[in-house]
C-alpha cells in the first residue's frame, strides 16, 4: 500500500505542503496548468528550491499582483469559484471539503452559521491557490493511505481580521480536534489554518511511530528562517498492507426529526435524495416530546452534494432544523463488471480485501426487471443468475 506520511516537527502551511508534495514528485508544469483552470487572476505561483538550516527543499510562493483588493467571500461564493472551474470532479469535491471544514470551524468559534462565516485571509486568492493547488499534488500522487506526525503549532499571539489571537489560533485548534499536537516556546504560528484543514481533511491517522518502507522524501519550505528548520517534511513509503484492503474517505450526515408529516411522503423523499447524490438514506422510527410516534431522516453524502440535500431536506420535509456530522468510512475497493447470462447483460459488483474478491451481489433493478420479463419470482432469478455465474 503506498503511504503519505506527514512529519510535522515545525508544523504545516498551505505553502508549505505544496512545496513538499512538489519536492516528493510532483510535477510543477501539471500543478501550475490544472490551476489555471480556475477563474482566478493577479497571483504568480513562483516554485523554487530554497533551504533552512542546510536542508534543501523547494518553495512554493503565491505572489499577488495587489493584495489590497481582496474580496471577502463566504463558502457559497467559493463553491460557486469551483464549481464554475474546469478542474475534475474528484479536485472541486475534495477542495470543497477542505473549504468546508474551515467554514465549520470558523462557524463554531465565532457562534455562527457556516452560510454567514465571512472568510478573510482563507478567502484571499493565495489561500484558495494553496488549498486547490494542496488538493491536486494529492490527487496527482494518490496515495492509498494519508498519515501524520503530531503536529507542532508553535506559541505566542497572532495579529488576524478578528484582532490578536492566541496561538494555535481558534479555528486551528477546532480544525485539529482528534489530532496528536506539540506546542514548543516559538513565539509565532507554526500551523496554520490552511495546514490544519488539510490534515483535518486527508489524514486517516496520527502517529509519532509509524512503520512503513522510505521511498521518497520531500521538503517543503516555509517563509520564516526559524531556530527549528522551518519545513515540512513528507514521506512516500510503502506498508505491508494490501493496496485493495479499504478505501479511507470522509462523509456527511444530514438528519432532521420529523413528527408532523405523512410518512406516506417518504418514498418520494428518498428517491429525490438519491438522484441529488446521496450515497444512502435511511428512516428510523422513534419516539418524540409528548410521546408522539416520529421518524429520524439520516443522510449520507459527500461534501460536494451537501448543499443539494440541504436544500431537499428545507424545501420538501417540515423540518426547521438539520444536524450535521462528519464521519469516516472504510470502504472495501470493489468493481463493476457486466456480465452475459442467459437472461442478458447483468452488472455484478465484487467487493476485494488483500487483493482478493471476498463478495459480490447484483444490482436489484436488473434482477427485478429480468423477473418480470421472464414471470418468475425475484428469488428465483437471482438464484438463476448466481448459480450461472458461480457467485
Not at 482566478?40 to 523547494?58: A, M, Q, W
Not at 494518490?142 to 489560533?169: N, T
Amino acid at each position: 500500500m503506498k503511504l503519505l506520511y506527514y512529519d510535522c516537527f515545525a508544523g504545516i502551511s498551505g505553502d508549505m505542503n505544496i512545496g513538499a508534495l512538489l519536492d516528493a514528485g510532483v510535477d510543477s508544469s501539471f500543478l501550475k496548468g490544472e490551476l489555471k483552470k480556475i477563474k482566478v487572476s493577479g497571483y504568480e505561483l513562483k516554485i523554487y528550491p530554497d533551504k533552512r538550516k542546510g536542508i534543501s527543499g523547494t518553495r512554493a510562493e503565491v505572489v499577488l499582483k495587489d493584495r489590497t483588493e481582496q474580496p471577502r467571500r463566504n463558502i457559497m461564493s467559493i463553491k460557486d469559484i469551483l464549481i464554475k472551474s474546469s478542474l475534475g470532479d474528484n479536485i472541486i469535491k475534495n477542495s470543497l471539503r477542505v473549504f468546508d471544514n474551515i467554514a465549520s470551524a470558523e462557524a463554531k468559534v465565532h457562534g455562527t452559521t457556516v452560510d454567514k462565516v465571512h472568510f478573510h485571509e482563507i478567502g484571499a486568492i493565495d489561500s484558495i491557490v494553496d488549498i486547490v493547488g494542496s488538493v491536486i499534488c494529492l490527487d496527482y500522487l494518490k496515495p492509498d493511505k494519508i498519515m501524520s506526525s503530531s503536529v507542532e503549532l508553535g506559541g505566542g499571539f497572532i495579529k488576524s481580521s478578528h484582532g490578536v489571537l492566541p496561538v494555535p489560533a481558534p479555528a486551528t485548534a477546532e480544525l485539529l480536534s482528534g489530532a496528536l499536537i506539540k506546542k514548543n516556546s516559538a513565539p509565532f504560528e507554526m500551523t496554520t489554518p490552511t495546514g490544519a484543514a488539510i490534515l483535518k481533511t486527508f489524514v486517516d491517522s496520527f502517529t509519532d511511530i509509524p512503520e512503513f518502507r522510505i521511498i521518497k522524501t520531500g521538503y517543503g519550505i516555509g517563509e520564516r528562517d526559524t531556530e527549528i528548520p522551518n519545513v515540512l517534511r513528507v514521506f512516500i513509503g510503502e506498508t505491508g498492507e494490501s493496496q485493495n484492503d479499504y478505501n479511507f474517505c470522509t462523509e456527511t450526515i444530514l438528519e432532521t426529526n420529523l413528527d408532523d408529516m405523512n410518512p406516506e411522503s417518504s418514498s418520494y423523499l428518498m428517491e429525490k435524495l438519491f438522484n441529488a447524490g446521496a450515497s444512502d438514506v435511511f428512516f428510523t422510527p422513534i419516539i418524540m416530546k409528548k410521546s408522539r410516534p416520529a421518524y429520524r431522516i439520516s443522510v449520507l453524502c459527500s461534501v460536494y452534494n451537501e448543499e443539494y440535500v440541504k436544500d431537499i431536506l428545507f424545501n420538501e420535509t417540515s423540518t426547521f432544523g438539520i444536524r450535521k456530522s462528519e464521519i469516516k468510512k472504510i470502504a472495501l475497493s470493489r468493481d463493476y463488471k457486466k456480465t452475459l447470462t442467459r437472461f442478458g447483460k447483468v452488472t455484478v459488483k465484487t467487493a476485494y480485501y488483500r487483493d482478493k474478491p471476498l463478495k459480490a451481489k447484483l444490482e436489484f433493478e436488473e434482477v427485478q426487471k429480468i423477473a418480470i420479463e421472464n414471470n418468475i419470482s425475484y428469488m428465483e432469478a437471482e438464484r438463476e443468475i448466481k448459480k450461472e455465474l458461480g457467485i
